[in-house]
């Protein structure tokens, strides 16, 4: 028994002391070049996919998948911050990537193997050691569950629909690659946009809070991976560009959508009145009302999907802004998700 003892004694020493000579020597190759064996590639894969299934969202935790307003803001977001690696079906994957170990592979293909739930836990988290980034804030798992939502539509689309998801524009023939890079209109151009969509119309909105919210994003007061990534390779003097620029632009004139007209009734006596019983403060006393301050934005015309979704976020605590933004957290407090819709139906519509 002592005799054992000893040896695994003499072992616990020896093996870190001859790991460490080994690292030292030199001997090993990481080399990406020389690849894998493939008893390592499996191993990897196989720990990479035990690690994701265990963490994985619950089938009952996943959300609703299939609003189209879940897809434009995460398909722009895709052309941006994922095709460089996994390529599109406009674009296949560039040589150079194909060279990294692993290559990312091409998700058309690998996409339906995964949960809703495992997709989930890969995009929040990415996948260490392999090059696949973790989403840029850990805070908007809303934004995280409509690419998710996205990558369940990528492996039916062809090339065009992929475009024309995107926003990629300046192409010519489908498959044919536009020179032009993802812009600001490739998601907020005012005709890509209808009432159902989470990405905000920006035209006509106040200059101060177009700017006061392109500095919240760029300075991380308010998380979105989304536009932390479509902004943050800006140079700062061209934020007061772009806030000037789609502050001049007059939003167009939209059909109304057919909405239930108490539910419009409803919302615009809170937006009036509020309900001091639940602290709720009438919205119409800071927003929309002749000489208010120019740093609270305009909501009146704003996508109904987009307005409720930011009054949750409020409420959560997640969202943050201007030096302003705690009284919007303050307002948002009282309200109730039927609120929410309500407030959303009657200002989308005023
Ligand atoms: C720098 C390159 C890179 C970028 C950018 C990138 N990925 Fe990845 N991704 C990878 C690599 C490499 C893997 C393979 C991981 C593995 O095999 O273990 C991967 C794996 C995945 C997987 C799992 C697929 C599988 O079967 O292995 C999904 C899903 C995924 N990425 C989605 C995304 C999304 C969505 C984005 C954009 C938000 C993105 N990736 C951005 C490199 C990247
Ligand atoms: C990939 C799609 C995408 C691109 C590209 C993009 N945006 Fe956005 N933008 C969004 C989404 C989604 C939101 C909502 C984010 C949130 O929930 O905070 C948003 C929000 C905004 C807001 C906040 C509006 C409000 O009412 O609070 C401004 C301002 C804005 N974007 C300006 C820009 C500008 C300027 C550019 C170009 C430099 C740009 N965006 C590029 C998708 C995009
Ligand atoms: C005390 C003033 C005040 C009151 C009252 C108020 N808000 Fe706000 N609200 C703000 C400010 C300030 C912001 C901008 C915060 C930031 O991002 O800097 C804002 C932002 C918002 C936004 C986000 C708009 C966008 O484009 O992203 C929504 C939606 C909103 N308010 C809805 C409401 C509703 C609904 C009510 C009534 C229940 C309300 N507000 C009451 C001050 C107020």
Redo the contacts with the bound molecule.
């Keep these: 028994m002592t005799i054992r003892w000893k040896h695994l004694i003499v072992l616990a020493i020896i093996a870190p002391v001859l790991g460490l000579g080994i690292g030292w020597s030199g001997l090993m190759s990481v080399r990406a070049s020389s690849g894998h064996w493939a008893v390592t590639d499996w191993f990897?894969?196989w720990v990479?996919r035990n690690s994701v299934s265990a963490r994985a969202v619950s089938p009952d935790k996943v959300p609703p998948l299939d609003d189209p307003g879940l897809i434009p803001g995460a398909a722009g977001?895709?052309e941006t911050?994922?095709a460089?690696?996994?390529g599109s079906p406009a674009q296949p994957r560039p040589d150079s990537?194909m060279a990294?170990l692993?290559?990312?592979?091409d998700?058309q293909t690998?996409?339906p193997?995964?949960s809703d739930g495992e997709?989930f836990e890969?995009?929040k988290h990415g996948?260490r050691f392999?090059?696949?980034?973790a989403?840029p804030t850990q805070s908007r798992d809303d934004e995280i569950w409509s690419?998710v939502a996205f990558?369940k539509k990528l492996p039916e689309m062809d090339a065009s629909a992929y475009i024309k998801a995107s926003g990629l524009h300046g192409m010519g023939q489908a498959g044919e690659v536009s020179p032009l890079p993802i812009t600001c209109e490739s998601c907020h151009a005012e005709s890509k946009l209808n009432d159902g969509s989470l990405v905000p119309r920006l035209a006509g909105q106040s200059e101060a809070y177009l700017l006061s919210a392109l500095k919240a994003y760029t300075g991380k007061q308010r998380p979105s991976g989304i536009m932390q990534v479509a902004v943050g390779t800006l140079p700062a003097e061209s934020l007061p560009e772009l806030a000037a620029y789609y502050a001049r632009q007059t939003p167009s004139v939209r059909e109304a959508v057919a909405q239930d007209p108490a539910l419009i009734e409803k919302g615009k006596t809170l937006a009036e009145v509020g309900r001091a019983s639940d602290k709720v403060p009438a919205c119409l006393s800071c927003h929309d009302k002749a000489g208010a301050n120019p740093a609270y934005p305009k909501l009146s015309g704003q996508n109904s999907a987009y307005l409720r979704q930011q009054l949750l976020l409020f409420q959560a605590g997640t969202r943050g802004g201007s030096s302003y933004g705690h009284l919007m957290s303050e307002a948002a407090k009282g309200l109730t998700p039927q609120d929410m819709d309500a407030l959303a139906a009657y200002f989308s519509q005023r």
């Design positions: 990897l894969h990479m977001h895709f911050a994922c460089t690696c996994h990537v990294m692993p290559p990312p592979p998700l690998v996409v193997e995964w997709l890969i995009v996948v392999t090059g696949m980034p989403w690419m990558l």
